[in-house]
């Protein structure tokens, strides 16, 4: 169904379907904090509410999938008082805002190398995970811990894990995609990344093979709903052509 109330500009194209699938690279955190004076902290504290907001948006729109990035398996390379503001920031909101992603009917997924972390931060993730799993209006995903090529590495290794001892190694895009800790959702229709960086940062290489980007300067903990709008708009006016005429 064409988003409603968007106007195409351009009369030579279909207006593209609503996307399934948002993903976010929510950046700028710790520049918005400096800029400020303030310690890079602030920004993050900043940004989990940029979350919430995002996340309200999507459900509003009725985007089925929306998957932030919230830290990557290089943001272990950050200063040990850094990643730590980022556990405690990350156990503070699963339990604070699970009343809201009940209410609104939102399961939250993870995907990336979960088991790097603590027994403290999967407890509480599980928990939450467990209680939205029956939540069937949006999915919102957080990718922690992840990093693509993790991803791919860890999904080669399953698959010739699952083989071994067979003579039956057969291998085609089908079998990758169904490794890779996305499998339960289609690859991303648009990918947003705020603070003005133009590149991946290691996030879903395999999926955004045909994801249309759309990158803004505005820092990840200045993102609005009128943002997330934005975009919505800029999306429907590409067209999609996946290599063919
Ligand atoms: C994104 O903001 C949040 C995480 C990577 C956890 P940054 O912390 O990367 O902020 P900048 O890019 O340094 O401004
Ligand atoms: C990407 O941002 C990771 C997340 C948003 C979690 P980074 O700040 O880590 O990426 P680079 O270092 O600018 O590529
Ligand atoms: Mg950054």
Redesign the pocket.
Known sequence: MPLQGLENTDKNSILTEKPQHIAI??????????AQGKP?TA??IA?AEAVRRAAEAAREAGIRYLTV????SE?WH?PQE?VNA?MTLLVQHLSSELPLLLKQDIRLRTIGNVSLFSEEIRTALQETLDKTAHCKSMDLVLALSYGSRDEITRAVRSIIKNAAGTDNLQITEETIAAHLDTSFMPDPDLLIRT?G?QRLSNFLLWQMAYTEFYIITT??PDFSKDDFQKALVEYSKRNRRYGHV
Do not use: K, Q, V
């Open positions: 690279i929510m950046d700028g955190n710790g520049r918005w904090a400096t890079r920004g993050h940004g990035y919230a830290f990557s943001n950050r850094e980022l603070g960086e820092p990840w």
